[in-house]
């Protein structure tokens, strides 16, 4: 059976912004399902480039943060990336974290309530043009369901497989069913040979959101007590470095994708069965930078 392609996150790491552009082109020439860009090292910039640097590939904020710029000025800015980019382009955008906002300053509301404002606030702007489709990060219920109201679309971040279908079930039937409204799920990925390598990169990055009391709830819910109790303890009582120990290797492989290139598109069909329509491949490697990362995911998808 055919492989269907994944999308691809990429982040313009500054010294390689334009090599980034050029991997964007590689990326839409290879035929990815899109290219999705964090809201770190300038997404929203990235994603105005690229809507000159690639011609047919989807593209979008996988997200954008809804506190720091206004919804009226982030409507100039997406209305007219949507416009010269012909209809390329998706507005994902989310609450963030508390201490990413803190370093900025800044400090979350109430999610859901804010959420429905920014979006109501983003369609009210005149004399903008057209509104790319809205999409709404979401990882619990209610949000899920908010997505399904107000929004075009939903994207998880570090997902559970096991999960999806009764977090989707919260989705109403007729935007499950409608093949317009995006489905996505930003999926950390370690393509390597040596798999305890591949899952001590997937452990370490996953490390931070652990620390995350929404992540932690999530989990939770997708049926992980055990191990986001443990971490709870261990933040508790200061022993930050003990936090890995508790990701359990089952919690592991039901969040992220890791191993050899044959056991990830094996991994990668399953969550298209879950329900996950764009599965987002975020790639770190074992052996080298996110260049080579990216390197490992086009020898592997398309190689």
């Not at 069909?269 to 770190?284: E, F, N």
Request: net charge neutral.
């Amino acid at each position: 059976m055919p492989l269907t392609m994944p999308a691809i996150s990429l982040a313009a790491v500054p010294g390689r912004r334009k090599a980034t552009l050029e991997t964007a082109g590689e990326m839409e020439r290879r035929g990815f399902a899109g290219i999705y860009c964090p809201s770190g090292f300038g997404g929203m910039a990235l994603t105005e480039a690229l809507a000159f640097a690639t011609k047919t590939i989807p593209f979008g904020t996988a997200i954008a943060p809804i506190y720091t710029r206004p919804p009226e000025d982030y409507a100039q800015t997406v209305a007219f990336t949507h416009e010269v980019s012909d209809g390329r382009f998706r507005f994902g955008i989310g609450i963030s974290h508390a201490p990413s906002l803190a370093r900025m300053g800044l400090q979350a509301g109430k999610p859901l309530a804010d959420t429905r404002a920014f979006v109501e606030r983003l369609r009210k702007v005149e004399r903008i043009g057209k509104l790319p489709p809205v999409i709404l990060a979401a990882m619990r219920k209610k949000m899920i369901a908010l997505a399904g109201e107000v929004g075009d679309g939903m994207v998880f971040a570090n997902g559970a497989r096991s999960h999806m279908a009764e977090s989707l079930a919260a989705l109403p039937e007729a935007k499950r069913s409608d093949p317009d409204f995006f489905i996505g799920c930003m999926i950390p990925t370690c393509i390597s040979d040596d798999v305890e390598a591949a899952k001590a990169v997937n452990r370490r990055t996953l490390t931070s959101y652990a620390h995350l009391p929404n992540y932690r709830a999530y989990w939770k819910e997708a049926g992980y007590v055990e191990e986001m109790e443990g971490v709870e303890k261990a933040i508790a009582e200061g022993r930050t470095d003990d936090v890995a120990k508790h990701l359990s290797d089952r919690w592991l492989a039901d969040v992220t994708m890791f191993g050899p290139a044959a056991k990830v598109r094996d991994e990668l069909a399953k969550w298209y069965d879950a329900g996950i329509r764009t599965p987002i491949i975020v790639p770190s490697s074992a052996a080298g930078n996110q260049m080579k990362a990216i390197q490992e995911s086009f020898d592997t998808f398309t190689g």
